[in-house]
């Protein structure tokens, strides 16, 4: 050890300058990066602060996360086997959880592992019906779930693995052991679309007032399967942290040939930015909210603010004691000047969503 | 004699000295200095990468020497007393039968208007009665905490970054000769996983943000296995300093 030398002293040129590239360096599969900065997998990950990485697309075989903490490490296709050092490494809530916890428990209880081979062995139709008696409601303990759960595993039909995911949503009660079940499908079974989509539409449904189960849902925005991107997409939707990730969806969206979704996107938005804002994004048409991707003509937004101006006056009226004498088709008659400052007004909060959210929003006059 | 190392004097300075202790001729004091700070590295065009450490490891290895009973420094030793508070909630559940013999469970703070249950329910009221238990024990966060296998942990209570004087010459722990042996040597290490590095990059002042999460992490285990200066033997621990005492007969 040398001695009494400055942090500048100690680390090289090469290595600041590699640093700088780096910060420019787009790639960010998490392997392609450690080659980049020439780490080596079998040293230099022990006792590492990798919480929250994404291993997308990476073969982890070989790779020593000793004393790593991996809590929140997500990704899709990612491999690891046997050769994935994990001792006293943290691992909650991450693609690594399941397995690691599974592992013990069967070590723990080796006839689990008989109750699993029954079923393997079973014709799939007869292992369907187990695993629904395994989670029934009414006697599901840990140990069935942790059955099921290796079932999905070992079982290589379609059919019983959506029965699996079916049959255990009601019946989970550890989040956290639940979610490292989902993110174990999303890193082992990317490949198969129908997987993903019941492990996406699971996640939306339950976690997605879970930012990490949100990232998860974000990382499938560009996938090969319009179907999956679309649950994907309709998951962020649903959840309370649209806001934070409306950026990185706002190109899916523009490019998402589904109308309801893009009707969502709209209603989100609108939503937070206020009342104003979610009269002027009315659909008169359809009752619901518009389709950025319609125009929006002054004819609609007029016929909008016709809609909103007489419902309020309805309101007005009937909030009224004693009612009023006059008829009530006499009372509900609009100014047409009121009508226009109206429509200015949806039309000037349009824009401003526009301007702020860039949501392309076509106008008439564009 | 004492001989120190300290590799990055302005991250980690660590200064042993012992001596024997002056009511027991028998014990030797283990007296320990440890600053701590962050540091700076520059790079090209502004760059820089502010270096900060948020938990700190010493380990103690001895040769020819124990630690005497009850002498360490910061040791973490519980109350055998802890207070538990006990506290009991009773509720009232009103139970409304109907008719056709549905059971309907209603909160009676549900009843704000006068209080009436339609004729021809029956309804009684039943107690139900909840105890709960809470333990509770208020220690104070020890900044430097004595371990098993001769080690302090050095950490501040809400994750902090470590800053400051922690020990400064204070006795870490006493140490007595063991039977037969030949010399007596105390070696001091500091050092930290490369998790618990925290790592900013300013250009020009202004903090850079990181293209991603993974550019975050890899950046920091680049510029911890560099710190440690271990190369090839790198295995995620950075050994700051390094401090040996040989004790005279």
Known sequence: MKNNIDLNDVVSTDTLRLAQKFLAFEEGNFGAQAKFLGLDPKKDFQHADLRGVDFSDTNLGGFNFRGADLRGATGVNVKWDATTILDGAETADSLFSFEQARRKIFAEKPKLAEQVQRLKDNHWTNAILGV???????????????????????????????????????VVDDPEEHKGFIYNIFARHSHQPNIVKSALRTLSALYSGDMGAVNVLASYLDHSDIEVRDTALRGILSSPFFMQVRDRILKFMIASGDADLRRTFVARAARHMGPTYVQACLDPQTKGFADFKEVVSSRRLTRVAEV???????????????????????????????????????????????DVLKIPFVFEDD | MTHDHNAIVDLVELLLRVAKAENDAAETEVRVDLRLAAADLDGDNG???????QKMWISLDLSGLTISPGARHGEPTKPNQVDVERTTKTENVVEKQAHAGLNLRLDPKAFVGDGSIEGGAKHNSAGKRTVSETASEKSPHIRVKARGGNRWEIAEADGELLDGTYLSNDLLCRVVATAGANSQIVELCAYAKQKDIVLKATRNGTRIPFLTNNHEKMLKILIAKAISASGSSYAGTIAFSKSEGEIEK
Not at chain 1, 139 to 165: Q, Y
Not at chain 1, 308 to 337: C, G, H, V, Y
Not at chain 2, 47 to 53: D, E, G, H, I, M
């Open chain 1, 132 to 170: 629904a008696d395994l989670l029934d409601s009414r006697k599901v303990d840990a140990d069935s779930l942790w059955v099921a759960k290796t079932l999905f595993e070992e079982r290589d039909e379609l059919s019983v693995r959506s029965n699996i995911l079916f049959f255990m949503a009601p």
């Open chain 2, 47 to 53: 760059l820089s990468f502010n270096v900060a450490v």
């Open chain 1, 308 to 354: 909103w101006l007489r419902k309020e006056k309805f309101l007005r009226i009937a909030d009224q004691s004693p009612r009023p004498t006059m008829s009530l088709e006499n009372s509900l008659k609009l100014k047409e000047a009121e009508i226009q400052e109206r429509a200015a007004n949806y039309l000037d909060a349009l824009m401003h969503m526009r």
